[in-house]
């Protein structure tokens, strides 16, 4: 697998788009990309080109000012295209080849709306590379800069598709520098519901067999998570994992709300047994729930 070099950043000229700036500029310091500005016009908005293209050309400029100042280097370049948004920014991220792409869950210029369920939703969902999501109104209250650490919080379901979000957190793990970048392996498992149909002459009561189901339910996934941690380890990364129990969406939040510097990082769905992580259940709600920046993989079939 490659390593990074490229971030796409489309904005739609509003401030709340705005707001991925910051983790913009510090992906950028950390693993030595260079940001792509990119805005869409539609075509009633040709005659505006002009305008769009000095704001795109502004931001570029203050985010390379600004790593100056910051004693580092961050190369940034300016791009205006005519289309719809969501086609025009996977154009766009294949013909020049993106690595990343980076957005806000919502944001609004005029009367359109980018949001999960519109453009940052389709892109998700088509794009061949992976995406950045960044909560909007939470991102206004996080200092990137002040983070002397990153963690990876790996989510994994037991399914060999969730582990494709696995190179890319080893890739950005070394290439930001292993040794300040703390990964930990998560697996939620979903303890058996109260059945009002539980046969009363069974041996075990209900919740004795509750308790023996979700022991099993902890030791595999305790044995499952381990094995890849130790292959990760062996690759150089600071690797930990962690069995929780509960709503997967539930319990990631929280974990998650308890690490400032938490990176959230899945693929976009997944199957294990009857339990699905897929975009439009566990990974909307945490996308909607957490204030970390999520990391998407949808890997290609």
Request: net charge positive.
């Given at each position: 697998m490659k390593s990074y070099s490229r971030l796409l950043v489309p904005l739609d000229g509003s401030t709340v788009a705005e707001v991925v700036l910051p983790f913009a500029r510090q992906l950028a310091v950390r693993l030595g990309l260079e940001i792509n500005i990119l805005h869409v016009c539609s075509s009633d908005d040709s005659e505006f080109s002009s305008m769009h293209r000095r704001y795109v050309q502004w931001i570029g400029d203050s985010i390379k000012q600004q790593s100056?100042?910051?004693?580092?280097?961050?190369?940034?370049?300016?791009?205006?295209?005519?289309?719809h948004s969501a086609e025009g920014i996977l154009d766009?991220?294949?013909?020049?080849?993106?690595?990343?792409?980076?957005?806000?869950?919502?944001?609004?210029?005029?009367?359109?709306?980018?949001?999960?369920?519109?453009?940052?939703?389709?892109?998700?969902?088509?794009?061949?590379?992976?995406?950045?999501?960044?909560?909007?109104g939470q991102a206004q209250q996080v200092d990137y800069d002040k983070w002397s650490k990153i963690t990876a919080l790996v989510l994994l379901d037991g399914s060999k598709y969730s582990e494709h979000i696995l190179p890319h957190v080893e890739m950005m793990s070394k290439q930001r520098g292993a040794e300040i970048i703390d990964v930990i392996l998560i697996r939620v498992c979903e303890p058996p519901e109260i059945s009002a149909d539980y046969p009363a002459s069974m041996r075990l009561s209900w919740e004795e067999n509750v308790k023996r189901v979700t022991d099993l339910m902890k030791q595999s996934s305790r044995k499952y998570l381990e094995g890849i941690e130790k292959r990760l380890t062996d690759s150089g990364?600071?690797?930990r994992s962690e069995v929780l129990m509960g709503k997967p969406a539930d319990e990631i939040i929280k974990y998650a709300t308890g690490i400032p510097d938490g990176l959230i990082a899945m693929t976009t769905r997944g199957h294990s047994g009857i339990s699905r992580w897929a975009y439009g259940s566990v990974a909307d709600r945490i996308l909607t729930g957490a204030s970390n920046p999520v990391l998407l993989i949808r890997p290609q079939e």
């Open positions: 100056i100042t910051e004693s580092s280097t961050i190369e940034t370049r300016s791009h205006i295209v005519t289309g766009f991220a294949e013909e020049n080849r993106m690595d990343l792409i980076l957005m806000a869950t919502h944001g609004y210029s005029g009367i359109r709306r980018w949001a999960l369920g519109g453009v940052a939703d389709k892109v998700l969902r088509m794009s061949k590379v992976p995406i950045w999501l960044i909560r909007a990364l600071k690797v």
